[in-house]
């Protein structure tokens, strides 16, 4: 089983609203991602988590703040978004990490902010 | 970094058709290439990938090549299906080093006409 699983799978928040994304896989996996990806366009890296440890912080601005409680979930917290944020947000896991290991992709959360 | 160049970024095929998608990458050293295909309202599903020491991989009607000299690998998809009518998007990874990290190709949408 590939599944990795994304609530909410629709988000419509205010600029001054907090909310949380959540992201699941049950598949052993120790790498998980954050990835943004605008309309007609190919998803771009946010933060990487590696053995539940964050390892890669793509110049993400600090109103977008991951969090990975266990080796199971991860969270991205919102706080104070812009109109720009508006995009569909991806989680992704793999098993190895390093680049060498297959990364399977949720159905993401599809964000309006307005 | 790397770069990933993708063509065409349209192709329209007729049911039965081959189609094939080309990708460049720009770092020698990316040893990690998947194929990914995006439904519309869906996250990228991975339908196949290559290695560095892997010339050709074949799965039932898709295959990918490499020509690691030239810097470029393809997607062929055979006796195509309406089914198979989405966003297609390569990817290379530096594998061993980046944690991970995809450099995507900006995509191809693919309509298959029955």
């Known amino acids: 089983d590939t599944e990795v699983t994304q609530t909410p799978k629709h988000l419509v928040m205010g600029m001054t609203n907090k909310k949380s994304l959540k992201c699941e896989q049950h598949?052993?996996?120790?790498?998980m991602y954050w990835y943004k990806q605008k309309a007609k366009k190919p998803p771009e890296l946010m933060f990487v988590y590696s053995y539940e440890k964050l390892s890669i912080n793509e110049s993400v601005p600090s109103r977008f703040s991951p969090e990975c409680p266990n080796s199971s979930l991860l969270n991205l917290h919102l706080h104070a978004l812009q109109p720009e944020d508006s995009a569909l947000y991806l989680c992704?896991?793999?098993?190895?990490?390093?680049?060498?290991?297959?990364?399977?992709f949720g159905p993401g959360t599809r964000l309006t902010v307005t | 970094g790397e770069n990933v160049e993708q063509h065409p970024s349209t192709l329209s095929v007729q049911e039965g058709d081959s189609a094939v998608i080309k990708c460049t990458y720009s770092?020698?050293?990316?040893?990690?290439f998947p194929w990914y295909k995006q439904e519309l309202g869906k996250g990228p599903q991975l339908i196949i990938d290559?290695?560095?020491?892997?010339g050709e991989k074949k799965d039932q009607r898709i295959a990918v090549t490499l020509n690691k000299t030239a810097k470029h690998f393809s997607l062929h998809i055979t006796e195509t299906q309406p089914e198979d009518s989405a966003v297609y998007f390569c990817?290379?990874?530096?594998?061993?080093?980046?944690?991970?990290?995809?450099?995507f190709g900006q995509g191809t949408i693919l309509t298959v006409h029955p």
């Open positions: 992704a896991s793999s098993h190895k990490t390093g680049g060498l290991g297959e990364q399977y």
């Open positions: 290559i290695r560095s020491n892997v």
């Open positions: 770092d020698s050293a990316s040893n990690y």
């Open positions: 598949m052993g996996h120790r790498a």
């Open positions: 990817a290379a990874s530096l594998g061993g080093t980046s944690y991970g990290k995809l450099t």
